[in-house]
């Protein structure tokens, strides 16, 4: 094999396949990127078996041939090449020399016969988002997955279609985040659960245009995300998810609508008084026209009184100030709206159209204070 | 104690005598930082009895007082407060109250009596340089001083004075970096060793610029430094340093002049070939006209070459490349001069005037490779 191309194709291509590269394995093969210049095109693919991407770079092939390069040494190489033209050449024993103006690099390389391709995907089942949106849905739910493979399905996202809607879900036991976006078509309703680690590679490596589009589609056991010159094939987690809907409600005796910046701002503050794994909750007392936060643990005490406008009930109620954050970050409006029943059933933050929807279980104060 | 700033100026002073708190101390007052407002100005000290740290800051002072709070979490909350006006105040049983707006933090505070002041320093003896020439010196010796303590000599600096030159060095028994500096006026000689962190903090406090100045005064045991509201007493380390003048030669066989850039991206990209703790050796091959630089390990090798003008003998010598990166990396010149006398004897990096000389020891190739 020979092939040359430009410094920059070849570590925005080295880049994106890097993601799907294990960092630990006890296969070599798995820790390399193949480099196929075996048809008319040049792709780079990295597979760890669960989630695979290949990418297509633009270059000449001067002789046709693939090769597996160890990934971590490929692209430290490329990246420090100067900005040039790069002349990536295979010798008989899988000795790879690559050469860029006058720097010469000879590694050990492995067969491309080695290496386990993707697995081949019929695309006739597709839904298009924009690059943009798939970003921010990921972004805005990503957080609350289980971290943790005691529950498999908690690692995932369901991902459900029906007719012009995509519902994105994630939950850990404690809380749930669901996002729903419209779609430009109907679709065949599906329900899908996708690996978070997936999720969390796709959203490095899409521009987040939203101009840009990406083709989703699906089989009995892949999800396939196809963008731009790259192809991202990701293994289903399987079983039946979570039944959410009984858990949401729209009933409540309290609402609370507020500044979120100042609420986010204030519960930040109040966890510098936790130290990491303490379990201290935020205790939130709701009154007419304010909020009061309060926390205490061995360092010292805060507490800080936010206006709000309040609908219903007064209500004392704690909550683990990590969930408050972690949804509070995510959220683009100025204003939010917060839902209780109370003091021992979970909060909703939500729009008014639904758009996105946080349920948090609270804490027993009372018991931990 | 009752004092009144602003968020800004308490944030600039705390993360300035911030850098004198000890990360691990068996003395918890040492993990303070003294609020004292016990005369007409609000000072924040802090001192781990090698290193001290004293700034002002404006503010009010309502009531009188001292008192001592944990640096960590004082810096903390401080940072995270609104961007308004913050009160400090102290209860009878040393209890802290912090108020910015409507957030109020209480937490525990030590007494400001155990503190153990900084050493009260006569300065009649001080030099004037500017806070960028002081950062520059600093940054371009401060990396060859060795790291860990079996020579307590070598983790210091030499500050010599004589006339109007202010001459630094640093050795690790590998290397020696000097930066010699005009001083605007003639002082009587001095030779002091300053301890390498006192350096490190010091140039991460001191703002850089061309305009400023630093007021540096020494007693028999103490280096001070002082700039804008800031005071910073540091114990020198005791000993004569070593005699580094007849180490030095102005002899040479070989002379090379090479970009810099084009030199340091070539070991750079050498160096990828080499695992760390991994001794293997960048070979220089310099001959008329052109120097091939060569590393070859157990990942695979490399060959490049670079464009020189030499004056003198051919030469085949290697070196330890991160010596070589580390002297390169803080040159500003675009060409440099490189001397060599033989593969045994150091080479020399240095410019015409000698305002600083970077010796390096090469490391005997044959036995390694």
Known sequence: MKIICSKSNLVKGVSIVSKA??????????????????????KLTANDMELGIETRIDGDIVERGIIALNAKIFSEIVRKLPDSEVTIETTADNQTLITCEKAKFNIAAQSGEDFSYLPIIEKDDYITVSEFTLKEV??????????????????????????????????????????????????????????????????????????????????????????????????????????IDQMLSSDYETKVRINKRELLNCIDRATLLIKEGDKKPIIIDIREGSMELKIKSQIGSMDEEIFIVKEGKDLLIGFNPKFLIDALRVIDDEEVDLYFMNAKAPCFIKDENQSYIYLILPVNFNAVA
Do not use: W
């Open 21 to 42: 590269v294990p960092s630990k394995t006890t296969m070599p093969i798995l820790e390399c990127i193949l480099v196929d210049a075996s048809m008319d095109v040049i």
């Open 138 to 243: 990921i972004r805005q739910t990503i957080f609350s997955i289980a971290d943790n493979d005691t529950n498999k399905m908690m690692t995932g996202e369901l991902f459900e279609i029906e007719d012009n809607v995509l519902k994105v879900v994630s939950l850990d036991g404690h809380r749930i985040s669901i996002r729903k976006i419209e779609l430009k078509e109907s679709y065949a309703p599906k329900k899908v659960i996708v690996p978070g680690k997936t999720l969390q590679e796709i959203s490095k490596i899409i521009g987040g245009e939203a101009e840009a589009d990406v083709d989703i589609s699906f089989t009995k056991n892949h999800i396939v995300f196809e963008f731009d010159r790259t192809v991202v094939v990701s293994r289903l987690i399987e079983g039946e998810y979570f039944k």
